[in-house]
């Protein structure tokens, strides 16, 4: 892997960041910018390849470097006055849980590599605003839109609850904790509890339910599997409970149908609550869950 890696960032870091530091949103095959709008997500996901690359690389002080050029620049452009980042720019509203959980996702990648006491106020804070803002306390379920005050926006918006997101809050909460040596067991087990007791039907977990964990969207896409995949091993093997393997198995059982294709090494991406799936491309952004969910399986089995 590690010339495409290298090839990649090349390719990546040449026609991506833009004059401010931030990273553009699309640029076509032969590098001119598509889409000159930048957002906290994207954001999130460069800092994580800096650090996933660095791991496999070890450049020195280049992708460090990298890396803290754009953290200055998410928090010159994108950090609110209070708690948290805005969405985008230009497209600060609706604030979303989403981009925070995988710049949590990131910090927490960071952390062991370097500038660990920055990287850490950071993913503290974004637990602290999950735990406060994002987790409902009285159901225990995580949202995903709000408003400038991180209320949860009026109308539907506002109540929708993903299951998928329950699982992978459920184990960012986890590796965060072990991470900090704080404990958020009780949070991470309600998020995991709730996307198992209410977000699986037909042995998948599906894309959305309402606040009242009514059925919002019934479809059912691969990534949400290999995120309840991940949650359910971590915490087979943080709690040591027979009920997070058996968990393990149902998701990976999931999970399976999803690669059961013509084309090995390919997937789909979309099953409807008819039991069929959706014919089409397969969509590339889902290997990044693919890979993280056998690397979690593998990392729970070698523990266990």
Known sequence: ARQLVIEGLKHFLAHYRRADGLF????????????ERAFLYDQAFVLLALAESERLLHSGAELLDAARALRAAIYRHLKRSGRGFSSGVPDALPLLSNPH???LEATLSWMPV????????????????????????????????????????????????????QFEWAWLLLCWSSAAGAGVSHAAARLAQIGA????????????????????????????????????????????????????????????????????????????????????????????????????????????
């Open 197 to 304: 007791t209410h977000g699986i039907r037909n042995g998948v977990a599906i894309n959305a339910l309402l606040d009242d964990f009514s059925v919002y969207d019934a479809e059912a896409r691969l990534w949400p599997q290999t995120e309840r995949l991940k949650a359910a091993v971590l915490m087979a093997t943080t709690t040591r409970e027979a009920r997070y393997w058996s968990m393990a198995v149902q998701a990976a059982q999931g999970l399976r149908r999803y690669l059961a294709t013509d084309v090995p090494g390919l997937w789909y991406d979309r099953l409807k609550p008819d039991g069929q799936f959706v014919q089409q491309s397969a969509p590339a952004s889902s290997f990044y869950h693919i890979v993280c969910a056998i690397a979690e399986l593998g990392a729970a089995l070698k523990r266990a």
């Open 24 to 35: 553009r949103t699309l640029v076509a095959a032969d590098g001119t910018a598509l889409d």
């Open 101 to 103: 959980m995988h710049l």
């Open 114 to 165: 370097g500038d660990e006491a920055v990287w850490r106020a950071l993913a503290d804070e974004i637990v602290e605003l999950a735990l406060d803002r994002f987790i409902d306390p009285g159901s225990g379920a995580l949202r995903e839109h709000f408003d400038e005050h991180w209320i949860p926006l009026a109308g539907t918006a506002g109540r929708i609850v993903e299951p998928g997101h």
